[in-house]
């Protein structure tokens, strides 16, 4: 009797395990290190469901062509939730020029973790 409560008691541990997880950040468009086209959108999908009004994203021109001391610049951009609940879209009124930028973020998923991060990606 003791081994089989032993056994369910480590079921129902490791079962546990995944409901407890963080949300991770699973994609983004433009990629992290990616060099792309101009492009008047960020996307960033999460492996959870995530709390729109608790979640949000910034993005900073960090290099400029030419400027090699050019100091950090918000982009001022429009941050939504996506239609899946997972994932937040930054929209800018005019696609970015040719520059890095880095991207960073703060999310809540639907059971209250909080993550950040950033990440960068070049426009040419």
């Known amino acids: 009797m003791r081994s089989f409560m032993s056994a369910l008691a480590a079921t129902a541990i ?11 950040l699973v994609s983004s468009t433009p990629a992290a290190n990616a060099t792309v086209k101009p492009t008047a959108t960020v996307q960033l999908s999460f492996s959870e469901r995530l ?5 949000t ?11 090699a001391s050019h100091a950090p ?5 429009r ?3 996506g239609a899946d609940g997972k994932s937040l879209v930054v929209t ?5 020029t040719t520059g890095t930028y880095k991207v960073s973020y703060t999310v809540v998923s639907a059971d209250t973790h ?3 991060g950033s990440f960068e990606f070049k426009v040419r």
């Not at 490791?14 to 991770?24: E, F, G, R, S, Y």
């Not at 800018?92 to 970015?96: N, Q, S, T």
């Open 114 to 116: 909080k993550i950040e």
């Open 51 to 55: 709390v729109a009004r608790l979640s």
């Open 14 to 24: 490791i079962v546990a395990v995944p409901a407890a997880a963080h949300p991770k």
């Open 92 to 96: 800018f009124a005019r696609p970015l």
């Open 79 to 81: 941050v939504a939730a």
């Open 73 to 77: 610049m918000p982009i001022q951009g």
């Open 57 to 67: 994203a910034q993005v900073v021109m960090t290099g400029m062509p030419g400027m």
